[in-house]
């Protein structure tokens, strides 16, 4: 079993859509959870951390259910520039961060 | 402006050479990290570096090596030994403890 475990994709929505994420993790000893960002060739850039209490940052809500070992996010009202692939990270005791394989969005007009 | 850079952007090299991608980082970081990225795949662990002059191996450290004697700078060599070198590496550094890492733009590597 994967150390962390996402949604296949890829997701195609229409724009305006609300997608949600899921992602499990097999650690219970894990510390923190990050949603990172990740377009077409380039670098992996964090989008939000992941609290226990969940958390907003605008359009995009992420949640964190530690008895369960799942994380998710929530993206409403989705644009054409939310189009990127989706990766859910945890992080150890010892700080590594172990990434699941990621989530492809693709946001249609 | 503080981030994290990693050239070349795109490598080409035959098989049978080694190689070697640079990675710098000003942000006064001490732990550094490389991953490669294979299509369709998650980051994966090569080598880290939580202080100078020490470096413990990843998931994936086989046909890589890598040295830490400045505290910007974390070099990985991609050897010969290294059966599928091709692929998208990425540095990132860290605080330690820190679960946030901050990631530079990466190297693409295809090795023929």
């Known amino acids: 079993r994967k150390e962390v475990e996402q949604d296949p994709g890829p997701f195609n929505v229409p724009e305006g859509a609300t997608v949600a994420f899921n992602c499990t993790y097999s650690?219970?000893?894990?510390?923190?959870f990050f949603w990172y960002r990740q377009d077409c060739r380039k670098e992996p850039k964090l989008l939000m951390s992941?609290?226990?209490s969940g958390n907003e940052d605008g359009r995009f809500t992420a949640q964190l259910n530690r008895a369960s070992q799942y994380i998710s996010l929530l993206i409403r009202d989705s644009k054409l520039s939310d189009s990127a692939t989706y990766l859910c990270?945890?992080?150890?005791?010892?700080?590594?961060?172990?990434f699941g394989q990621g989530t492809e969005l693709s946001v249609k007009p | 402006d503080g981030g994290i850079t990693q050239s070349p952007k795109y490598l080409f090299r035959k098989e049978g050479q080694n190689v070697t991608l640079s990675c710098e980082q000003n942000?006064?970081?001490?732990?550094m990290y490389w991953y490669r990225q294979d299509p369709g795949q998650g980051l994966r662990l090569i080598y880290y570096?939580?202080?100078?002059?020490?470096?413990q191996k990843g998931d994936i450290a086989e046909g890589y090596s890598v040295s830490r004697e400045k505290k910007e700078s974390f070099p990985l060599t991609v050897t010969s030994a290294q059966k599928n070198p091709t692929a998208f590496y990425l540095c990132?550094?860290?605080?330690?403890?820190?679960?946030?890492?901050?990631f530079g733009p990466g190297t693409r590597l295809t090795v023929t």
């Open positions: 990270v945890v992080s150890n005791q010892g700080g590594k961060l172990i």
């Open positions: 650690n219970s000893a894990s510390q923190s």
């Open positions: 992941v609290y226990s």
């Open positions: 942000l006064n970081h001490d732990a």
């Open positions: 570096s939580q202080i100078v002059n020490d470096f």
């Open positions: 990132a550094s860290n605080t330690p403890g820190q679960g946030l890492q901050y």
